[in-house]
């Protein structure tokens, strides 16, 4: 039900992002080259792009599978004060990420001298957009608590979730959780969080796919696969928790993965059309942009932290709780430092 779910509810937003920027570009003239005509070279660039597929889906496939493989290791268990640790780390990146990349990327693209004025620069759409995704997050994640718990209001778990235990029983690397309601509430957050980073994850790849600015891949990548890891870390954390199936887990891997070299070929195919300083690019991506922004905020900071920092594991320990926070700045001001590149 939530992976039906998940793809209608990106389907519509592209689709209505889509068609308002055609309505209102309709008045609006391209314009504007990238500004580093140096830099341009498109025999250049297309090696660069394909060692950024590569390598970012490599780390991306490092980020989101180390706290999957690593589950057997006893420090690295979900109930242990390290898992804590690296899981708040996590969260202080997808903050960041929320923050420091794509909320300042929407407001320079809808604030950009190539869109009318009207209504462009008379009303800041980034803020609003962003603060209505995070109201539609809020409503996707309590309803569909409320749809799962009723589903399973009986209090027995089902019987997928029944062999998991079964199975965590014999081999002693499995997290039993026996609040239903809990675990509930972890596969909504990750299911919700993969929509989030699968956005935003595409429209970084698009961007980078149909750049041909040699001087502006090259820091990106570094950066880019430095924020897919450490991203992947926090989603696989939540993945773990959710206890799915094993096939479950490696289709939510996959598709986060891919979905930034996807976003490259893609930008790459498109690379003689698309155009990163033309209205129709600059308002779709945007638009975009400022709804990825708000979703990921909200859930970094409400599900991801005010759940872990309010919870009774971290409530009982300050010491944990200064760690944790510890955790948190690192992971934030060092994906608030790839800003400077990407």
């Known amino acids: 039900m939530m992976s039906k779910c998940k793809v209608s509810v990106v389907s519509v937003l592209f689709l209505l992002v889509s068609n308002y920027s055609v309505q209102v570009l309709s008045v609006v003239q391209e314009c504007g080259a990238d500004d580093d005509a140096g ?35 006893p420090a690295l268990s979900p109930e242990r004060r390290l898992f804590v640790i690296v899981k708040a780390f996590a969260a202080g990146i997808i903050l960041a990420t929320g923050f420091m990349h794509v909320l300042p990327d929407s407001f320079d693209m809808l604030s950009s001298a190539c869109l009318k004025d009207n209504p462009w620069h008379k009303f800041p759409f980034t803020g609003f957009v962003a603060m209505l995704s995070a109201i539609v997050t809020l409503m996707i994640d309590s309803m569909a608590t409320t749809l799962y718990s009723q589903k399973n209001k009986t209090g027995v778990v089902d019987q997928e979730m029944a062999e998991e235990s079964d199975q965590g029983h014999h081999h002693g690397g499995k997290l039993v959780n026996a609040d239903g309601s809990q675990l509930l509430r972890y596969r909504v957050i990750a299911m919700v969080l993969e929509m ?15 750049s041909n600015n040699t001087c502006t891949i090259k820091g990106l990548v570094a950066a880019l696969c430095f ?3 450490f991203e992947g870390m926090g989603l696989g954390g939540c993945i773990l928790q959710a206890e799915y199936s094993l096939l479950k887990k490696a289709a939510m891997a996959f598709f986060f993965a891919v ?25 779709t991506v945007g638009l975009l942009n400022a709804s990825s922004a708000g979703l990921l905020i909200y859930m970094a900071l409400v599900d991801l932290l005010a759940a872990d920092f309010m919870g009774p594991k971290l409530q009982a320990s300050i010491k944990l709780q200064i760690k944790s926070y510890a955790a948190v700045l690192l992971g934030a001001g060092g994906m608030s430092l790839m800003a400077k590149w990407a």
Not at 52 to 61: K, R
Not at 196 to 210: K, N, Q
């Open 227 to 229: 924020h897919q890891m």
């Open 259 to 283: 979905t930034t070299p996807f976003g490259i070929a893609l930008g790459m195919g498109l690379s003689s059309t698309y155009k990163e300083n033309s209205p129709r690019s600059l308002i």
């Open 196 to 210: 989030g980073i699968i956005v935003h994850s595409i429209v970084i790849g698009l961007s980078l796919g149909a």
């Open 39 to 73: 830099c341009i070279d498109k025999k250049k660039a297309l090696p660069l792009k394909i060692i950024a597929i590569f390598s970012i889906l490599v780390t991306s496939m490092i980020g989101v599978g180390l706290p999957l493989v690593t589950r057997s290791i």
